[in-house]
């Protein structure tokens, strides 16, 4: 454990693997004891990738809704071709293009309603 201070205590930093034996030493029913119950937040490079999906899951359907909502649009990269990308609209419309590697423009190839 660790105790990071400036005059006063700032914080305290708690190893995951320390944190059972932390908070059986604690006092019931004290703020620290509550604060130290919480769940700890892991860090992003410890979660599965079926985590990391769930976690970010909500705030990607949000900003692809704001995207539709503001006449713009959602792009997926085509799996079988490294330089092609579908665009979807909000009004439903799709277009498959692909990215000129020497310009970095975009190439409509072709447009499905």
Known sequence: ?????????????????EWEHVIGSV????????LLSQQPLR????LSPAEITEKLKPAAIELTQQALQNNLYTSHR??????????????????LIEIDEVTGSEILIRSYQ
């Open 1 to 17: 454990m660790k105790i990071i201070r400036k005059d006063q205590q700032e914080g305290i930093f708690i190893p995951l693997d």
């Open 27 to 34: 006092k019931a029913n004290t703020e620290l004891h509550q």
């Open 43 to 46: 860090s992003i490079f410890d």
């Open 78 to 95: 085509l799996d079988t071709r490294e330089r092609q990308f579908l665009h979807r609209y909000s009004d439903g419309r799709i277009e």
